[in-house]
């Protein structure tokens, strides 16, 4: 139980830090889709969190269809 706790007290500061951060911040499924974002990202859309979830990044980002940055996953 020790070793469980101490990692979900890590886990949820990590999260808090990454979810207050001054950046935004995002992740998105290999098609695209935004499968997370924090608060930053969220207010720079005027959206709430919820609604952006699932939806296509390109719906947010102009010309992201077009970009050219690609990166690799393993």
């Known amino acids: 139980f ?12 990590l999260e808090s830090f990454l ?4 950046f935004g911040l995002f992740y998105t499924n290999r098609n695209g889709h935004l499968v997370g974002a924090n608060d930053t990202f969220s207010k720079w859309l005027n959206l709430e969190r919820s609604a952006l979830l699932g939806n296509p990044l390109a719906d947010y ?5 077009h970009s050219n940055i690609t990166l690799p996953l393993k």
């Open 61 to 65: 980002i102009e010309d992201w269809k």
């Open 2 to 13: 020790g070793s469980y706790q101490q990692l979900k007290v890590a886990y949820e500061r």
């Open 19 to 22: 979810n207050d951060a001054p």
